[in-house]
């Protein structure tokens, strides 16, 4: 299968400019052979709000008809993408949920194009538009597109903590897809964590990153693909627009038994955990 990393810059609480821009790049990587890409956090939106309601003002529903025209231009292309958005639902009280929320649209659906999977951020950091934002519920779901693929879905920070990656490559990810805005200063971030959670879950990582300046914040770049055992596939050398593709084998992810020296040397990345050891991991220090 071949994969598709998209780092790309945002026009601020532009939506309807985002996409237009989105769906020129779907006509880029469509004509590459592309059958799974994966776009930036808060690529529809941008990221660096000062206020909730400043946010929600700007936030798309899920229904909307921005959304809806790239769900139609995934159809077009039969190509599956992955995305960032702010998200805004409106409970059944009135009032109104505000999420960063990373879609995952299958165009090539048997049914038709469609929304296939949603995630809403959960690990928030003290930075722009996540010190509004409502947190999520769960971070261990996975998503089948119809090439047979298992998405997971993750958004910048939550990739700090190895518990929420180790969830998705529990529930069966082969890939998992993170949008992300990395500043400049975390370019360690970008450089270190894709390769470990990649190692560390034997499957194949995307690091999603975007590019310019947004609100006096510059953003980094240095998106990439990882493969299993956290070898690079493919590195963005710095925060220039480009496509990074690999063509990937979906086995190499499933098959956790890894038998570096035939007799000698064999692990298993999930067979050998020791998790009743790991009561810890539950505990909350708060």
Same mark, same amino acid.
């Given at each position: 299968?071949?994969?598709?990393? %998209?780092?790309?810059?945002?026009?601020?609480?532009?939506?309807? *400019?985002?996409?237009?821009?989105?769906?020129?790049?779907?006509?880029?990587?469509?004509?590459?052979?592309?059958?799974?890409?994966?776009?930036? &956090?808060? %690529?529809?939106?941008?990221?660096?709000?000062?206020?909730?309601?400043?946010?929600?003002?700007?936030?798309?529903?899920?229904?909307?008809?921005?959304?809806?025209?790239?769900?139609?231009?995934?159809?077009?292309?039969?190509?599956?993408?992955?995305?960032?958005?702010?998200?805004?639902?409106?409970?059944?009280?009135?009032?109104?949920?505000? #999420?960063?929320?990373?879609?995952?649209?299958?165009?090539?659906?048997?049914? +038709? =194009?469609?929304?296939?999977?949603?995630?809403?951020?959960? #690990?928030? =950091?003290?930075? +722009?538009?996540?010190?509004?934002?409502?947190?999520?519920?769960?971070?261990?779901?996975?998503?089948?597109?119809?090439?047979?693929?298992?998405?997971?879905?993750?958004?910048?920070?939550?990739?700090?903590?190895?518990?929420?990656?180790?969830?998705?490559?529990?529930?069966?990810?082969?890939?998992?897809?993170?949008?992300?805005?990395?500043?400049?200063?975390?370019?360690?971030?970008?450089?270190?964590?894709?390769?470990?959670?990649?190692? &560390?879950?034997?499957?194949?990582? %995307?690091?999603?990153?975007?590019?310019?300046?947004?609100?006096?914040?510059?953003?980094?770049?240095?998106?990439?693909?990882?493969?299993?055992?956290?070898?690079?596939?493919?590195?963005?050398?710095?925060?220039?627009?480009?496509?990074?593709?690999?063509?990937?084998?979906? &086995?190499?992810? *499933?098959?956790?038994?890894? &038998?570096?020296?035939?007799?000698? #040397?064999?692990?298993?990345?999930?067979?050998?955990?020791? =998790?009743?050891?790991?009561?810890?991991?539950?505990?909350?220090?708060?």
């Amino acid at each position: 299968m071949l994969l598709a990393c %998209v780092q790309t810059g945002v026009h601020f609480a532009e939506v309807r *400019r985002n996409v237009e821009s989105v769906s020129d790049l779907i006509d880029q990587v469509s004509e590459q052979g592309v059958e799974l890409a994966v776009f930036p &956090e808060c %690529v529809l939106t941008g990221y660096g709000y000062d206020s909730r309601e400043e946010a929600l003002a700007v936030a798309p529903t899920i229904d909307s008809p921005e959304i809806d025209q790239l769900v139609q231009k995934c159809g077009e292309k039969k190509l599956a993408i992955t995305f960032g958005t702010l998200l805004r639902t409106t409970r059944d009280d009135g009032a109104d949920e505000l #999420h960063n929320s990373a879609l995952l649209i299958d165009g090539a659906a048997p049914t +038709g =194009p469609q929304i296939i999977g949603r995630y809403n951020k959960v #690990h928030l =950091p003290h930075l +722009g538009v996540d010190r509004f934002v409502d947190r999520g519920e769960a971070c261990d779901q996975v998503f089948e597109i119809t090439t047979g693929c298992r998405v997971g879905l993750g958004i910048c920070y939550d990739s700090s903590f190895p518990e929420p990656m180790r969830a998705l490559g529990l529930a069966g990810a082969d890939v998992i897809a993170l949008g992300t805005n990395w500043p400049v200063a975390a370019f360690r971030t970008a450089e270190i964590v894709p390769p470990a959670r990649s190692m &560390e879950n034997h499957l194949f990582f %995307v690091a999603a990153n975007r590019i310019g300046n947004e609100r006096n914040f510059d953003y980094c770049g240095l998106s990439s693909i990882c493969g299993p055992d956290g070898v690079e596939l493919a590195r963005a050398p710095d925060d220039s627009p480009i496509i990074l593709t690999a063509d990937i084998q979906l &086995e190499a992810a *499933r098959n956790k038994r890894i &038998e570096r020296t035939v007799g000698k #040397h064999v692990i298993d990345r999930f067979a050998d955990r020791q =998790p009743n050891l790991y009561s810890r991991l539950s505990q909350s220090d708060s």
